[in-house]
């Protein structure tokens, strides 16, 4: 397949990208989230660790977060290969991360709908437990969560398509062996 000289120059050229912008804030975002996770791990077992023998019922629940942040620290594993890759502008990267961003969509639709409901829930509570400094706070972080999933979904669906694109894609190069 013969490569024109418009395509060679567009290849070549290294100027600003969103794209790739966008791909180093996911990537930092998921170091961030994969050190948080392993934290809550490393949190976890202790407390574990510390259980007395024949508690079965809290040792149960307590593998089981186990399990879901050891689950998430490998979902931020893949989310940092894929945005590495694509930094990287490997051809490999390119449609990875494009599921990867496609999936993270469908997350944060979940996520923002899970703390808007939190949100409403604490706002129809008791007044008196809104006077709690706490469960203020609480309902304000979980509006401004559903406030942030709900702006990462355009931006994770642009990523998607972004990535799709003809520019974008000969901008990708093969590994070399």
Known sequence: MLISKADLDRRTKS?????RM???LLLLMAAYSGV?????IQQIWGTLQALPAGDDA????????LAWYAG?????????????GCILRQTW??????????VLCVWSMYRG????????ALGAADPALLANAQMAELARISLIMSILWAIAIPV?????????????RLQFRARRG
């Open 58 to 65: 809290n040792a149960a629940s307590l593998h089981g977060m």
């Open 156 to 168: 994770l669906l642009w990523l998607a398509w972004q990535l799709g694109q003809p520019a974008v």
């Open 36 to 40: 948080q996770h392993l934290h809550f």
């Open 15 to 19: 100027g600003f990208a969103w794209w």
């Open 93 to 102: 990267a390119r449609p990875f991360l494009r599921v990867v961003a496609l």
């Open 72 to 84: 998430s620290l490998a979902a931020c594993f893949v989310v940092i290969v894929a945005c590495a």
């Open 22 to 24: 966008l791909a180093w």
């Open 113 to 120: 709908v899970a703390s808007w409901q939190q949100w409403r």
